[in-house]
């Protein structure tokens, strides 16, 4: 476990995914940066974010025994990988301690799954990562369900959720940070949790 240098303090990297910008704000696709809001909403004292050479917007702060850095890309999606190397690089943290938050097509709304490694199931914000870091670290998958046809993928992702959908995500979004703990710590009771509760 990494442990905060010079402190002894254990230290994870919490990495939601997403296209930097207003007018991405509220797509499927940036479902990640909207779970590291909520944690910072939830555990931050500020939210604050600081830019990070250009690659992230990051928020550190304390959580129970644990120190968490909170990071926003702002690569855009196809090149996360660039901004997890360097936040590794900096921050000294393996791939244990690296819990990136991400859409998944292959999930239906609004199914939760957590894995550790594994393929990137055809999402380039983890191609990326995978390439530059490596693919052991863990994934927590929100689903956001597929369009009909293969061809509306690119828009489906960047469009938005559907307002009937909104309330379950907003939920989701609370849910998560009420449940750190035990995605950190257990994340396989953390999964068996939406598992047994239909998310959340």
């Known amino acids: 476990m990494a442990r905060e240098s010079g402190t ?46 250009s690659l992230a917007e990051v928020l550190i702060l304390d959580f129970e ?5 909170l990071a926003k890309p702002t690569t855009f999606m196809n090149l996360s990988g660039r901004a997890v190397k360097f936040l590794a690089d900096f921050y000294k ?22 894995k550790k490694g594994g393929g990137n199931g055809g999402h380039n914000g983890l191609r990326s990562i995978d390439a ?19 061809s509306m993928v690119s828009d489906y992702v960047l469009g938005n959720f559907e307002v009937e959908q909104r309330a ?22 953390f999964q068996k949790f939406y598992e047994n509760t239909g998310a959340p």
Not at 16 to 44: C, K, Q, S, T, W
Request: zero cysteines; aromatic letters at 12%; hydrophobic letters at 40%.
């Open 93 to 114: 943290f393996p791939g244990d301690n690296l819990y990136v938050f991400h859409d998944d097509l292959d999930l239906p709304f609004p199914r939760i799954k957590v």
């Open 8 to 53: 002894g303090v254990p230290f994870f990297a919490l990495v939601g995914l997403g296209n930097p910008g207003e007018v991405y704000l509220n797509n499927r696709h940036n479902v990640g940066f909207g779970v590291i809001d909520a944690l910072a909403a939830e555990y931050a004292s500020t939210m604050r974010f600081r830019n990070m050479a």
């Open 65 to 69: 025994n644990s120190r968490l850095l």
């Open 132 to 150: 530059t870091f490596g693919q052991n670290y863990w994934r927590v998958r929100i689903g956001i369900g597929r369009p009909a046809y293969k």
């Open 168 to 189: 379950t995500l907003s939920e989701i979004l609370q849910s998560i940070p009420k449940n750190l703990s035990t995605l950190l710590r257990e994340p396989q009771k």
